[in-house]
């Protein structure tokens, strides 16, 4: 049995309910440009089947429109969409998931490393941080690892394998909390343990192989239940638990 040296976040979903202000942020730049595209949220529903927003792009123009995603500077609009979406996570457009603060302070509290894995891009992660829990909360995070900085995104292992080298761990020594079958996908192909917690965009998501799935991480007045009928309800996802579980796995 290992002890838990890490907690390891993914962003989207998972710290916040991100995806409508990225949905916003793709839909606003669109505009800008007179694309003639927006993406509802049934649209975006599915193309979260794509991580990363440079890939769904792509992905939309070829599948959705039948075009050459060459056509476009991709990246130069995905600069866009960033700088749209930093302005309205800066401008107080998110705030973090139950339980996220609690289970931060807790694992810091212990000396139990945090850390970020995820798909988005670094400056999005940095302004959710800085906005919500302080600029000086950055520098506790043992390590984040972004999208752009690994050959391949979610599903493939790449970002959490990052993270792991990054920290100087072996992957059972981490425990991943995720939103998303293809964070979770991720998140084993590494070997790292992952809980999920649901939210509307992944709630009827294929969460085979995860030691719990709950609807959030919980607080102590307003305990998580278990996501669509899953087991178990009524947890606050506290360090206790989150070590119980990883000793289970
Ligand atoms: C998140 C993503 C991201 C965001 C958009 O997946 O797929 O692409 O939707 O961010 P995960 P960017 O939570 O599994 O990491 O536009 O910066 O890619
Ligand atoms: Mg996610």
Redesign the pocket.
């Known amino acids: 049995m290992m002890a838990l040296e890490a907690i390891i976040f993914?962003?989207?979903?998972?710290l916040a309910d991100?995806?409508e202000v990225?949905r916003r942020a793709?839909n606003d730049v669109f505009a800008a440009r007179r694309l003639g595209w927006k993406w509802t949220r049934e649209d975006y529903t599915k193309l979260?089947d794509?991580?990363?927003?440079?890939?769904?792009i792509a992905r939309f123009m070829r599948d959705w429109l039948w075009r050459d995603p060459a056509e476009i500077d991709i990246q130069a609009l995905?600069r866009e969409?960033?700088e749209r979406?930093v302005e309205l996570v800066a401008g107080g457009a998110l705030s973090l998931r139950p339980g996220v603060a609690r289970l931060i302070d807790e694992a810091l509290a212990a000396g139990v490393k945090i850390a970020i894995?995820?798909?988005?891009?670094l400056e999005?992660v940095e302004v959710l941080i800085a906005r919500a829990l302080g600029k000086a909360m950055l520098a506790e995070f043992a390590v984040i690892s972004a999208?752009d900085m690994v050959e391949r995104?979610?599903p493939a292992p790449d970002?959490y394998e990052h993270a792991l080298a990054a920290m100087r761990i072996p992957a059972a020594a981490a425990i991943a909390i995720?939103?998303?079958a293809?964070?979770l996908r991720?998140a084993l192909a590494a070997g790292v343990p992952c809980i999920i917690t649901t939210n509307p965009y992944t709630e009827d998501q294929e969460f085979a192989g995860a030691l719990a799935v709950l609807d959030s991480l919980g607080e102590a007045d307003k305990p998580a239940a278990a996501s669509a009928g899953r087991m178990p309800p009524g947890v606050v996802a506290n360090l206790a638990y989150l070590r119980s579980i990883h000793a289970a796995a």
């Open positions: 993914d962003v989207d979903g998972t991100t995806e990225h793709f979260l794509v991580t990363g927003g440079k890939e769904r995905h969409k960033t979406y894995a995820t798909t988005t891009s999005n999208g995104k979610k970002v995720e939103d998303s293809n964070g991720s």
